[in-house]
């Protein structure tokens, strides 16, 4: 029972308390480790943009430079100036000193006859009208071509451009070394798997790849690639190898080229994975804590509050008993008159009687009828007195018997007559009245006899106290049905309480007696009683008229007890 | 000596009456009142020399018929019978003036040694007194017709 309270209210504070804030805080810490995550994750993919993105541009600068420098010549000389040997070979000097990617150089003319060639191949005079390049470059003016490996097995790409007139066209070619655009690419390295390299359209490596592919092998992943529009664009693939990566691929402006940079996904994103393996570590092990700490706190609390309440209840219930043996000390000093008055009485006839029977012995144990007449009247007398005797030491029974709350139908109309009987013969040595008017249908009520009677001692006490020592005492016991509840009402037209009183009379300890005669205790314990007993106590009270004690007690259970 | 004038003041008539008969019956003349208001009348009309008190009864409460006694007739000697366990209310009536207390109950024999004892101290006092008025008209024999004639 005790267990169950503790356990009910500690998770009534876990619940209502703590877990609102933890959970709060467990979701904030949740969703800025949710958004760092994301946020972090795109901060790699912008890293690798960024890479890819200016490579391109070097790249296609570099194709730009080259370009320029062929329509310059193309621009500057005419197909026929050209067509010598020893002017070509001046014009390829010429170019090799802009840049010395410059390889060879050769002249076609309109239908694709090889005009002039200077370099390290044996071309002049070929015809290449049917060759891809021819018709690209015919119909674009420009042309630059995929790497191929030529000679020394160098890596190589061709660029091609239109000269003269519209009308009567030639064109001027050129071999360009890629090493230095494929040094720049192969050189790129994003951690331990980092790479770079350059795919043709057709899916063959332009420079070679660090983690295995030849220049000009088919690349193994290149239909994962998600190109074709200008954009860079991010994604995460399976390799081949059937590692994941994570991608970053754009074209290039000059050529049919794709520039690829990959790093593998666990490596990546592994400072990602790191710090958010480490805050949610430290929000679970917080989380962890907290909880923990919580689940102390609560079972502390609780522990706090049902002692607390454990208390409480056996003040109350030392309370009940202080104020118990403080009214029988009270009564104590009363019922020792009480008890005296007839053992004097008792102690006279005894002596009367002994008397008597001496002076019968006297005269030779005859007695006479006038004597034996007294003896008889002494005898009844003495049992009258016992008698009295047996009224108080039973009422003080009543009084003092250990009372269990034990709830039982009380009717009202017999309780009361006999508590007036215990204060009856003090009420009279104080010249006092007391007068009783019950309705005569009360209902029985469902209550506690020895309670209701000690409820009832101590205000019809505090009346005559109230009224003790002066005129015309009058205490009037009321009792009337209102509703479901019974009211009785205790009136006396003795001294009345103070105002700044009212509010202390039912604490514990207040008196307005003098030291020694009054413990506080009766009206607290009182209340105390009433109270447990579902019940309302009040008063009113006009100084130096009287007062008014009224208790109102449920009937509930004791209407149908009482039929 | 002459008979001992002793009045009983109690609520219980049967106290009193049995009481009576057993202190007449040794000697004692005695007077019953149940309550203050006739006692203090039987103390106007008899000469009484000691008085049993009950402390504690209705209407005039015992101290204060003590108060009264001692107050119009300082020579009568009251002794005080209580019921309570407390001294209390003994020690306020010797401080008025009584001569003793007796709890009850009490012994008849008990109650008779008092009331001697306190007859012999208010034959004492009585002595004095006389002794004084007689030494006062032996050394101011013309204090005498002074009375007189005030």
Known sequence: MEQDRFKKTRRMILVRALLPAFAVLMLVCTTLVYYFGIYSRDRVKAEMETVVRGHLQIIDRFLEERAADLRLTSASYDAAYLSEDKNLARVLRNLQAGSNAFFDVGVFDKDGNHLAYVGPYDLAGKKYSDAPWWKAVKEKGIYVSDVFLGFRNIPHFIVAVRGGSPEEPWYLRATIDSMAFNDLVESVRIGKTGEAYLVSKGGLFQTKRRSGGNLMDPDPDFEKYESGSNRIETFTAVSASGDKFLFATGELKMADLVLVVRQETDEAYAPVVGAVTVASAIILGGGGLVAVLSYILASYLAGQLSTAERENRQMRTQLIIAGKLAELGEMSAGVAHEINNPLQVMKSEHTLISDLLSDAEEEGGHIDADHLAIIKDSVDQIALQIDRCKNITQGLLRFARKSESSMEAVSIQGFLPTVVDMVEHQAFLSNIKIIQELDPDLPSVMSDPNQLQQVFLNLLNNAIHAIDGRQSGEVRIRAGRENSHLKISVTDNGCGIKPEDMEKIFLPFFTTKPVGQGTGLGLSTAYGIVKGLGGEIDVTSELNAGTVFTVTLPIEAGERAGG | ?150
């Open chain 2, 1 to 150: 000596m002459d008979t001992v004038k002793v009045l009983l003041i109690d609520d219980e008539e049967r106290f009193l009456a049995t009481t009576k008969t057993l202190l007449d019956k040794r000697g004692v003349k005695t007077f019953t009142a149940s309550n203050g208001v006739f006692a203090l009348k039987l103390l106007e009309d008899n000469a009484i020399d000691v008085v049993v008190l009950d402390v504690k009864m209705p209407g005039l409460d015992g101290i204060e018929v003590l108060r009264k006694i001692k107050q119009r007739f300082p020579l009568v000697e009251v002794l005080m019978l209580t019921g309570h366990a407390s001294v209390k209310s003994a020690v306020e009536g010797l401080r008025l003036g009584a001569f003793d207390y007796l709890v009850k109950p009490c012994d008849v024999s008990d109650l008779l040694d008092k009331i001697n004892e306190a007859h012999e101290k208010r034959a004492a006092v009585e002595a004095k007194i006389q002794k004084a008025k007689i030494e006062d008209i032996i050394s101011h024999p013309l204090a005498v017709f002074d009375k007189k004639n005030n």
